[in-house]
């Protein structure tokens, strides 16, 4: 056999070995966002954030409820912008110079959430995710997947479920 031949194969066999490793990892696991919301982290997944914008200028639309604080056009696409704070029941997100909004899609709705901090994006392995009963919330127990304890945290942040937030009954004014 010719040696470059043999040393092509294991090559070829090594990447393949890291590839299905690497594709292995990732099936035990959900990449998450973490965010700070009235002194507190939540977690949101990942797969669901399509973008991170500087909370800037919300249009004001009448008669909604005080937790929807209006739309933002966001590259030719109206969105509108939902305060994660009341929504879960906590004080109202404040708008200081760290305030974000994440740009979430869910069955083809988008909604931005606004947070007064992104914390950063990480790994959490789902067999370290507990059930929302484990740990005492004052979130509404209905938006909540769970409790994970992020690898660069030192406490519990709440994981959220994004789906039942945008499709939620808080969430679907004047849609049927």
Same mark, same amino acid.
Request: aromatic share 4%.
């Given at each position: ?19 299905? $490793?690497?594709?292995e ?5 959900d990449?998450?966002?973490? $965010? ?8 949101? *997944? $990942?797969q669901?954030c399509?973008?991170?914008v500087?909370? *800037? ?8 409820? @005080?937790h929807?604080? #209006? ?13 994660? !704070?009341?929504?879960? !029941?906590?004080?109202? @997100? ?14 083809? %709705?988008?909604?931005?959430?606004l947070?007064? $901090?992104?914390? *950063?994006?990480?790994w %959490?392995?789902?067999?370290?995710v507990?059930?929302?009963? @484990? ?10 997947? !769970? +409790?994970?304890a ?6 519990w942040?709440?994981?959220?479920d994004?789906?039942?937030?945008? +499709? *939620?009954p808080?969430?679907?004014? #004047?849609?049927?």
């Amino acid at each position: 056999m010719d040696p470059t031949q043999i040393i092509q194969e294991m090559r070829e066999e090594y990447w393949r070995e890291i590839s299905s $490793a690497e594709a292995e990892g990732e099936e035990d696991r959900d990449q998450v966002l973490v $965010a700070e919301v009235g002194g507190e982290r939540f977690a949101l *997944g $990942a797969q669901l954030c399509k973008t991170i914008v500087k909370a *800037g200028r919300v249009t004001r639309v009448p008669r909604l409820p @005080s937790h929807m604080l #209006g739309v933002i056009n966001l590259r030719g696409q109206i969105i509108s912008v939902v305060d994660l !704070g009341q929504l879960l !029941g906590l004080p109202s @997100s404040s708008a200081g110079p760290k305030a974000r909004l994440v740009v979430t899609e869910s069955r083809g %709705v988008r909604t931005a959430f606004l947070v007064e $901090a992104v914390v *950063g994006i990480e790994w %959490v392995e789902k067999s370290r995710v507990r059930s929302p009963e @484990s740990l005492q919330s004052a979130v509404k127990a209905e938006y909540v997947k !769970g +409790h994970v304890a992020p690898v660069k945290e030192e406490k519990w942040v709440t994981y959220l479920d994004v789906d039942r937030m945008v +499709h *939620g009954p808080e969430l679907m004014v #004047g849609r049927k």
